[in-house]
């Protein structure tokens, strides 16, 4: 998988925009088909977050973010160890950000980077929204950290970019 790995970040590096989309698209269609105690693959909700994205009208970057927003759980599969992030916390969101972040700007990798922190975000300020997380999701809540203290909440707000996560 490390090979795998390093092999698409060399593939990326020479890539056109269209070919990028074509080799993310092929490398998360062939490791992105774990459940990890969800209905859908991680394709498949990848492919649902742009969806929605795209029916939003949210900006091109926006649909990115929201279709590579867990190709970390893909980055981090440990072949010694099979991930499943409803047992640990594999920082998903920063290895992902942080790959990608060599082939696209800011207003893709950061709403990447903080949609867990957005996720635990909307949990503290609507309990509403924590009961409406499948079980899966809301494991990987507590493990990812639980509610937001008030001074993560303004932190969380501070951010340029905290809105674009939210959504």
Avoid: W
């Avoid at 992105?32 to 949210?58: F, I, M, R, S």
């Avoid at 440990?78 to 082939?103: Q, V």
């Amino acid at each position: 998988m490390i090979q795998e790995n390093q092999n698409l970040h060399l593939q990326l590096q020479q890539a056109d925009a269209h070919e990028k989309v074509d080799l993310l698209f092929a490398y998360m269609k062939k490791f992105g088909q774990n459940h990890y105690e969800e209905e859908v693959t991680q394709y498949v909700h990848g492919l649902q977050a742009a969806h929605l994205a795209k029916t939003q009208g949210q900006s091109d970057e926006m649909i990115t973010a929201a279709l590579l927003h867990d190709i970390g759980h893909m980055l981090a599969e440990d072949p010694l160890e099979k991930n499943n992030p409803t047992l640990k916390d594999d920082r998903h969101e920063s290895i992902g950000a942080k790959y990608l972040g060599d082939f696209f700007p800011a207003a893709v990798t950061e709403p990447i980077r903080l949609h867990v922190p957005a996720k635990r975000y909307l949990c503290t300020i609507d309990s509403d929204y924590y009961r409406g997380l499948s079980i899966a999701s809301q494991k990987s809540f507590h493990l990812q950290g639980g509610p937001m203290s008030e001074e993560e909440v303004q932190r969380f707000e501070s951010n340029p970019f905290f809105r674009e996560a939210v959504q």
